[in-house]
Each structure stands twice: as C-alpha cells, then as structure tokens.
C-alpha cells in the first residue's frame, strides 16, 4: 500500500520498474503529462486513474476530481485543455443513484472547465465491498506557444507562489472518512484552474513553473523543485495560506498540512520581479483570492527545503515516504 | 453483472444513463473514439479499461491487450495511433513479477505498434482478492484524410468481411479461468491491427466501415451495423473462418462463437467490386491470412442478421443481451 501513497515510495516504483521499460524520451521527465509533435502542432497528453473513498465528500465526488484533475494536469503543462476521455470501471451493486450523480458532476465540471468528454469505455465487475467505483481520465490539450515553462529556468532568487490555502481536499476525504465533526465547515477545494492558470499566463509575467500539488501535498512538490533544480528553497511557514478548520483538522488526524493533497491549488515559480504582477492576476480570479508568495530559491550546499517556522526555528521538509493518505485521489 | 458484458444490457446503460448527461456530438455516434479539431488538425482520441482475469493467458496478457486493444480502436476509425496513455490501479499484493512481466509486454505491444507510452499514472490500492491489476489506455491519433468510414454510405449489395478465424480471445481467455484441456493450442488472437488496416486502406479500395469485434463479438459488430443501415444482412455461417480447436471449446464451454471477443480482428465493409482487392491486401498480411468475405447487405424489412447455417437453415442473429463473458477484456 505504502507504494500507492504518492510519496518517494511511488516515485521509485514508477522510475525504477516503469519507466525504464517503457523507455522514450517523453515518459523520462515524470510530469503531469507529454508534449506530443501532432502534424505540426504540439498536444499536451495527460492520464490519471481516481479510486478516492468515499465516492461522494464535502465539496466534491469522484466524477468532478476527475474532471479537474485532468483538465489541471494540461493546465499545469502549459496547455489549453481540450478534451477529455471517460473510463468507468463500476463494481456490481454501485447504486444506480450513485452512478447518475457522478456522471451529472462530470457534466457539470466538464461545463465549468469548457472541456469535451470526447469518448468513453465502461467496464462492470464483481462486488467486492463498499460502493465501488473508478474513473480514468485522459485529455489532451493544444500547448500555448508563448509559454516557456522549465525548471532548468528557475535561479536563485526565483519566488515560489501558491494560488491559495492549503490541504483541504485531502483533510475533507479523511474527515468524511473518519465521520470527524467538523466535516460540515472542511470542503475539498476540487476545481478546474484552467482559468486562473490562463489568467497568470496572460499576465505577461513571466512565468517558469506550474504544478497543482495533489498527492504527496505542497512538501512533495518542493522536494520535486530542489530535486530537479539542485537550488534549496527557504520556505515561510507563516506565509503559506491555511485556513484555521485545516489546521485544526490536520491536528486532529495526526497529519502535516504541507503532506496532504490539494486539488484547485497550483505552485508557480516566477523570477522576484513578476511576483507581484502573478499575484494580482491570482488574487482577481475568485479561485485566486488567497494567493501568496511563500518562499525563495537559494544556493546552498546540500539542496533542501528548509521551513521558516512560525516559531522561528528551522525545519527540513521532505517528500512524504510512504503510504500517507490512501484512495485520496 | 450483466450490464458490463458488452451486449444490449451495457448498450442501454451508455446510452441511456450516461451519454445524454454528458450531451456533445462527439459522443452520440457510440463508435470506439471521437475526432476532436484541433486547430486545423484532426487527432482521434479513445479510451478503454481493461480488467481481464487472469492477467496472464495464453497468446498474451492484459498489458498486450491494452496497447493493442486502445491501437485498433483508433485505426477501425480511420486513424494512424501516435501515442498512448497509461494509468495502472494496482491492488496490493500483487507480485512485482507479474507488474514486470506485464510492463515488459506493454513495451514489446507497442513496439510492435509503433506507438509511444506518452504519459501515464499508478495508483495502489488495498487487496481485494486474487492478482488484482487493471489498466486504462487512452489514445491519440491522426486521422487519415483519404478514408471516408461512415455506416451512412452502406448500400445493398456491399460485402461484409473479416480479417481472420474467430473467438479465440475469449475462448483462451476461459479456457485459462476454467484450466480447460484445450489450454495449450487455443491462444488469444490478441494483435494490433494498424498495420493490417494500413495495408487494406492503401489497397485503393473504397471501405465503408472497420471494426474490431471485442466484447459482444462478431454478433454486436453485425447487430449494430443493421440498428445503423436498418438494412438487413445475409451472412453465410459456412464462409466464418473459425478454428476447430474454437468450435470444439465454444461447444465445451456453452458459448456461441459468434457473440465471443476477438482481440486481432477487424469486420470490414465495401462495396462488391472492391472485396477482391481489400481480401488480397489482407492475405497479403501475416494478420490477414485466413481473411474472407462472409456476407452481404440486402434490403428486407425488419432489418435483420440472417445467418444461413451450415446445415441450410437460417438463424436470426442478435446482440448478447446481457453477461456472456465477464472480465474478458
């Protein structure tokens, strides 16, 4: 299980035992999605399989994270999201119910995000416990030529950006799971940000990197930059947007908000000077209210994260290991 | 159970439960993938989840089945695959030998097809049971602009034909589940058939409609193309290439061949004075040797499969309604 977990567990898994087989230029760099050459025009190519329990949660359901997800994987890629496939894999027994309004919920998503479901494949299997259903996802995008994201960009001094608060899709998942009382305030902050992708892009900012920080939180998407840029980050602890029933809820369950997964909030990195600009186009889009810049690239020898604490003290973050939160996506 | 088997049952559930929700004329035609515009480029996309069991099973495997199954729903559209998409939902416990095993095949498929894994997932989730594994593809493709496949442009007189003997997949497929004797000869006909499509559209010979007869078999394929044409079809049991060692385990295993899953077969529609040329291109193919012209389209009302039998009789040929062949694709 702890290989599911979306951590350092999966990404050995998936680089060690995949990757490798599979090997082709396009699966090498473990992104979001793949730029294929199509004829002249490049298409942003993107899948994601969704197994969360319980089907249905606080602020969202199955169908509308997969809508999301997918449509966020392309935005984050620089890609106008175009259109989506639909896998249904229904175990026998999903109440009728339960199946039309997941199926609404991608409509309606699909709407919100102006993207197609273009084709689909239903499979039904055996009973094999709870309600029991999972959705696969693809799109594909046409990619924005007057984007140039790379993390070989990012230097020293480039500001780190999130769109919002933190953690609430994962801590919703799990209090609903839990049954936790505060389940009725705690929502998941499921939504397509192909819009307030596009409105930071069109903000003649200069934009370097984008990643919506699912599974494995905020804390694997930092790990991620250090890794791949070999800068350290210094992190605010107090700059980062939570709101208080997150806090509150994380505490309760045992959890790190930084390890837990968002699923309408995006990572921007940006050099120093755009910063200001990224964030007004943010804080103008309703799901760019609460955006903050919350830390910096350094030069420093080993690569780290290091968390400026509300305490003042200073702390390693990492990549979560293992098995931290399972069916969460 | 029954509405997942690929027959009437899962026909009604597409169709009147979810393709109206999701309302856009891309889905309404129900074929095997969408053409999606794109910016002056049409690109086929499709998708298709697959929850074989066993995952191993003579002549292939699911990941084999996923490369080739997602190649040939693009290429009966018309379409040159390019890329594919990966996602696995691996249950917990499954042996790495068989993740290897299945990764190794998936490489080997799409060499074969030359398509790229582009981009992909992996989610673990807890046991439930046996080996658990299941794998959806999606793919993107080119379409080809000199095929002109539309069921509308169907008259009396065209000829239908199949590329090769029918049933094996699901036949070795159940053979495998049930440790049936004839295991060791039967082997799925899993195959991906862009080349052999390539081959019979550059023959020059003007095809109507492709289509390969997964779930539902030969039957659906027929059933659906009288439902589109509402003309009838005489098809000739005796000209249907089929294996002895097929019929022998349809009769062991109570299954009408004609309703079993094929995996490397393509049902093809010209008119009369092009079925020479499109059955010398396919013999022509290591995939296409056993090819044959097995029927024809009359006007008769109601519009029906007549199956004139081997014995001189005729039979009414009908989708399956409900569960024939669970888990065989």
Chains 1, 2 share one sequence.
Do not use: W
């Not at 273009?118 to 039904?124: L, M, S, Y």
């Not at 509300?310 to 931290?324: D, F, K, L, N, T």
């Amino acid at each position: 299980m702890a290989h599911g977990g979306g951590g350092e567990l999966t990404r050995q898994l998936v680089r060690d035992r995949i990757v490798p087989k599979l090997a082709n230029p396009l699966l090498v760099p473990l992104t979001d999605g793949a730029v294929v050459d199509f004829a002249g025009r490049r298409v942003c190519m993107t899948t994601d399989a969704y197994v969360v329990q319980p089907l249905v949660f606080p602020g969202g359901d199955i169908g509308r994270l997969a809508v999301c997800g997918t449509v966020n994987d392309l935005a984050v890629m620089g890609a106008v999201p175009n259109a989506l496939s639909l896998a249904l894999v229904i175990e026998e027994g999903l109440p009728m119910s339960t199946l039309d309004l997941v199926i609404d919920s991608i409509a309606a998503a699909a709407g919100e995000a102006n993207v197609v479901i273009a084709t689909g494949d239903t499979k039904v299997v055996e009973r094999r416990g709870e309600d029991g259903l999972t959705i696969t996802t693809a799109g594909i995008g046409r990619m924005r030529d007057d984007v140039r994201l790379a993390v070989n960009r990012i230097a020293p001094g480039d500001v780190v950006l999130i769109t919002g608060t933190i953690a609430e899709h994962g801590l919703a998942v799990m209090s609903a799971r839990e049954s936790l009382a505060f389940e009725t305030s705690l929502r998941s902050d499921v939504a397509a940000l192909n819009g307030l992708i596009a409105a930071m892009l069109d903000s003649g900012a200069d934009v370097k990197f984008l990643r919506d920080p699912t599974r494995g939180g905020l804390a694997g998407v930092l790990a991620d930059l250090v890794d791949d840029t070999a800068l350290s980050l210094e992190v605010i602890e107090s700059a980062i947007p939570i709101k208080p029933i997150a806090l509150h809820a994380a505490e309760m369950l045992g959890l790190d908000p930084l390890t837990v997964a968002n699923e309408g909030k995006c990572v921007v990195v940006v050099a120093a000077g755009d910063a200001d600009r990224v964030l007004q186009a943010c804080r103008r889009h309703p799901l760019g209210a609460s955006a903050a810049a919350i830390g910096r690239f350094v030069r420093a020898d080993p690569p780290l994260v290091e968390l400026i604490t509300r305490a003042g003290g200073r702390r390693i973050v990492q990549r979560p290991y293992g098995e931290e939160l399972p069916r969460i996506c």
